[in-house]
């Protein structure tokens, strides 16, 4: 499985822009990229996923780098209910299982 | 909602117990997964049935691991002579497509809390 790699934590203020990044240098050409968050206490929940273009939906937006190795999740007005850990996700279109292979994942903090 | 429901919430065994753990997926869902997630850790895969299939379960940790789907909607996971090692929560997500749609995104239960005294 297609490894990522995420910053351990980060920390934002309640109302800004969030930035997250992961990188996936060895992403293949059949590789989708998906995101899922969890809360505390919570099971994850899925965010989005893209392949090579951005993609926008009404919880974030995600954006590709051109040479897809890496991609930021984009938080556009964090609020204290987005305080979570973040995962970043490969998800091969072809193989057999449908497996997620989560990593250790960002833990963002939100300051009020 | 019309979630995925799991029970108990939480679970205290005593080491050498056996313990078992239900899945209640979302009415409809043809795939369904189990995933371990120990303190701090992200979570991991254990094993996936699609429909009463189990067509995958090369993450179960050891033979005291067992998981079914008789009729292929709830699922349960049991545990045979349980040790300390298997405290963790076990979480159990579903979702609608079966192999090959590769997109659908699973979607998960909040857990159940295993401790093992």
């Known amino acids: 499985d297609a490894k990522t790699t995420q910053p351990n934590s980060m920390e934002s203020n309640e109302e800004e822009p969030v930035h997250l990044p992961c990188n996936h240098s060895?992403?293949?050409?059949?590789?989708?990229i998906h995101w899922y968050r969890q809360l505390p206490s919570q099971g994850p929940e899925y965010v989005i996923h893209g392949l090579t273009s951005n993609v926008n939906n009404r919880m974030a937006s995600l954006a590709i780098a051109e040479d897809r190795k890496s991609s930021t999740l984009i938080l556009h007005r964090a609020t204290l209910r987005d305080a979570a850990v973040y995962y970043c996700i490969l998800r091969p279109i072809i193989q057999g299982a449908q497996k997620l292979v989560f990593g250790q994942g960002t833990r963002l903090t939100i300051n009020p | 909602g019309a979630g995925v429901s799991q029970s108990p919430r939480y679970k205290v065994a005593k080491r050498g117990q056996d313990v078992a753990l239900r899945c209640d997926p979302i009415s409809g869902h043809v795939s369904l997964f189990w995933y371990q997630q120990a303190l701090g850790q992200g979570p991991e895969f254990l094993t996936y049935f699609q429909n009463e299939a189990q067509l995958d379960k090369s993450g179960l940790p050891s033979d005291r691991f067992f998981a079914e789907r008789p009729e292929g909607s709830v699922s349960t996971l049991k545990i045979q002579r349980t040790q300390q090692e298997d405290s963790a929560v076990y979480l159990c997500?579903?979702?609608?497509?079966?192999?090959?749609?590769?997109?659908?995104?699973?979607?998960f239960g909040d857990g159940t809390r295993l401790s093992i005294l």
């Open positions: 997500a579903s979702s609608l497509a079966p192999i090959g749609a590769r997109n659908q995104p699973q979607h």
């Open positions: 060895t992403i293949s050409g059949t590789d989708y």
